[in-house]
């Protein structure tokens, strides 16, 4: 054990940072839409099975290795299995931290303007240009109401194309970023994550409270929590495991760095549900927020950036076209939100990234900040030039930003959780992963045991068969 290394100060640390590193932007759009997609709160209820059975097993796989090693995504399994090939996992961890950085950083960088354009007030009062497609995208109930609102599409697709504007938010998301991890485990980390994560709890309450209070918001509730078993599919199966496992973003070493500096009192069976309960906690108050909304105008949540870039925009100015302060103020806390959801996970991948090239390049951590936020600059701006000047560039028929996607979400991320459940639940010793899991005898190895058949059996069966699945219909 590294007895001068880092460590989180406390056990109120160790949850909020974990918490925010799993906590996402996905948490806010993509978790929505497959409950939509789902029956509602049907698939609610196979997702929080798939949680307790698949995702909870990774995120404690990780925590093992991560403290026992008190080193790097790559570090740890070096030090765990020296010669072997499994330091592989590690090195997936590393790229896939650099790529997820590269690209997330691009949709936090709209997520930063949008924040930035809600504050002065400039997505209020701009008039549609294109009725026909304002009451495609609103649905009758605008068109009926005759209703008028922004046309958001053309003013998304206008910002996300030009060379300039998107990189120079990208970049100062991502210095932003670095402030946080180049201050350090403690004085960084630790310190911003207890104190973004409450906010971001806190305006989730209120948007709940707003969203509670419009017409209509009944059926968006009624929708939430009343279970629809008629839609329930073997794709509505695949799709709430494959949720389970991303949403908690696992397997790309995020929880295997943050866990390197726990102390040996941090419980972490403890510690991985609390951390499972806050991530789906959020996942859940989320849909409260987008489906009364959306229902209140009479329309279902699409998918990723078109929801919280071009319709919920148009929402707020339909709905609250009465109240423009209330809609100003909704339309704020939102994208704040948004924002706060997308720096506590890019402070996690930032990490893995720095924590990698200050240990293994023996550097201090500054400078290894600087090299990870220089980097992932470059990379998120060829990703972002992928929507525009660059979009006729093409890499085994994908832009950059597509590919790096594509890259993480559909090898990097199940391959990697399936090489941490098989390396934790087959190749380390039983009674070392017992040891860890029990704080050294301080829990009952008896209690553990139905864990360590999920971390044997069950994860790694459902992991590949989230990986089937993404896989095999490129090849149909």
Sequence with gaps: MNSGRASFGSHLGVILASAGSAVGLGNIW????????????AFILIYFGFILLLAMPVMLCEFVIGRSARSNAVGAFQKLSPGKPWIAAGIMGVLGGFLVLSFYSVVAGWTLHYTVQSALGQLQG???????????CLGAKASENGLQSTDFAQAFNAFVSNPWQPIIYLAVFLLLTHFVVARGIQHGIERYSKLMMPMLLVIILLLVCFSMTMPGAIEGIRFLLQPSLSEVTPEVILGAMGQAFFSLSVGLGCLVTYSSYFSEETRLVKSAMNVCI???????????????????????????PGLVFITLPNVFNLTFSEMPLVGYVFALLFYVLLLLAALTSSISMHEICTAFISEHFQT????????????CLLLGACCSLSFGPWKEITVFGRGFFDLFDFTVTKFLMPLGGLLMTLFVGWYLDRRFVEQQLTNNGALSVRSMRPLLVLIRWVAPIGILVIFLNEIIPLFL
């Excluded at 701009?126 to 026909?132: A, G, M, N």
């Excluded at 201090?364 to 980097?375: H, I, P, S």
């Design 30 to 41: 993509r978790f929505p839409t497959e409950v939509g997609r789902g029956g509602g709160a």
């Design 126 to 136: 701009q008039q549609t240009t294109d009725l026909h497609a304002l009451s495609a």
């Design 278 to 304: 806050i991530d789906t906690l959020v996942a859940v108050l989320s849909g409260f927020i987008i489906f009364p909304t959306v229902f209140s105008v009479g329309i279902a949540p699409d998918a990723g």
């Design 364 to 375: 201090g951590r500054r400078r290894a900040a600087a090299v990870v936020t220089f980097v």
